[in-house]
């Protein structure tokens, strides 16, 4: 086994084993109460809320992820998602997603509780963290994807396979045709920006992300090209600078987000913007049309799939979201000692 696949399994088992509780752990709350004066409680209906609300993003047409297979032979969706780190979500109004992933007209795509929900498992009690970093490998099941749907797009009979699973009792031959025409362009699509952007010889791992490397490659890459497919590849570098998703709480109120503090912050448009580049990083659709009606020439609305609606419902829950309160008792020695490590002038 190589080094990279070695680490990327290592990574995989920590995430693994950090991040899912089995069946029969008990699931413990954190308490989170939001230091924003009026933004209301961190409740049972808030954090299904934040699980489940869609942002448009646009992975995969639904009926095609339940049809995929994995290399054993097991449905894709088999341990919902769970190989990559993802937390199960028993409340999800679609049976078997975990916590972040929304089917939104008949597509799958994730959502901001995907990356950032964290789960730590200590003494057989899991404790959940809203808005914490979490502990899943994004990069390995966007490359997964890739070589199952290119997997079914290679052989013909396995094609017919997955054609009939998609169709049900509606298959004949000329909607398989149709189908693989748009599962072609979808692929098209997918492994064109896999392939040129995301890093091989050092794969993200459990826990990191390149989102804004991403976010450029999608929107200058993937989208602004001409059609069908809208690629432009020369635009896309690898997106190898990957970091640990930010936790949520107090983000609304920061002058400047993203590790290097380059968005700026604070009011609600802003919010929006940076909610916007994030959908585009996790798999939102956005093909701007020339209109001469609209501002620069151009309609950035008509065929794009970000919700708009589901951002500024998840911008107010994020409010919501405090820092985590210590669930442990305090060893009240240590924390005198930190405390005056903490209050130590600068130097």
């Not at 780190?85 to 929304?102: I, K, Q, R």
């Not at 699509?189 to 490659?217: F, S």
Request: with cysteine; hydrophobic share 40%.
């Amino acid at each position: 086994m190589s080094i990279t696949k070695a680490f990327r399994s290592a990574a995989l088992t920590v995430a693994i084993l950090f991040a899912s509780a089995p069946a029969s752990m008990a699931l413990e709350r954190v308490e989170q109460p939001s230091s924003i004066p009026g933004a209301g409680p961190w409740d049972e209906k808030a954090w299904n809320d934040f699980y489940r609300t869609s942002q448009g993003s646009r992975l995969i047409p639904w009926d095609w992820i339940r049809a995929l297979k994995q290399a054993d032979g097991q449905l894709f969706l088999a341990d919902g998602l769970a190989r990559y780190g993802y937390l199960a979500n028993p409340a999800s109004p679609t049976p078997g997603l975990p916590v972040g992933f929304v089917v939104a007209d008949g597509v799958l795509g994730p959502s901001c509780a995907a990356c950032h929900t964290r789960q730590i498992d200590v003494e057989g009690k899991a404790y959940r963290i809203d808005g914490g970093p979490a502990l899943a490998d994004m990069g390995a099941l966007w490359a997964d994807l890739d070589t199952a749907v290119g997997k079914v797009l290679a052989d013909t009979a396995s094609f017919s396979e997955f054609a009939k699973a998609v169709l049900g009792s509606g298959y004949d031959p000329q909607k398989e045709t149709k189908l693989r025409a748009e599962v072609d362009l979808w692929y098209a699509r997918h492994h064109a920006i896999t392939e040129a952007g995301l890093p091989k010889d050092r794969p993200w791992g459990a826990g990191r992300i390149d989102a804004v490397g991403m976010i450029l490659n999608r929107v200058t890459g993937l989208d602004i090209g001409p059609g069908p497919t809208h690629v432009i590849l020369g635009n896309m570098r690898k997106a190898d600078a990957p970091v640990r998703p930010p936790f949520l709480w107090n983000a609304p109120r920061q002058d400047h987000t993203q590790w290097p503090g380059f968005a700026d912050n604070g009011d609600r448009i802003l919010a929006m913007a940076r909610n916007v580049g994030q959908v585009y990083g996790v798999f939102g659709e956005f093909f701007p049309e020339k209109d001469a009606s609209h501002l620069l020439g151009f309609n950035y609305v008509k065929a794009n799939s970000v919700d708009f609606k589901g951002l500024i419902e998840l911008e107010r829950l994020v409010e919501r979201i405090g820092p985590p309160k210590w669930p442990w008792p305090t060893d009240t020695t240590l924390a005198a000692q930190g405390k005056l490590i903490y209050q130590r002038p600068y130097e």
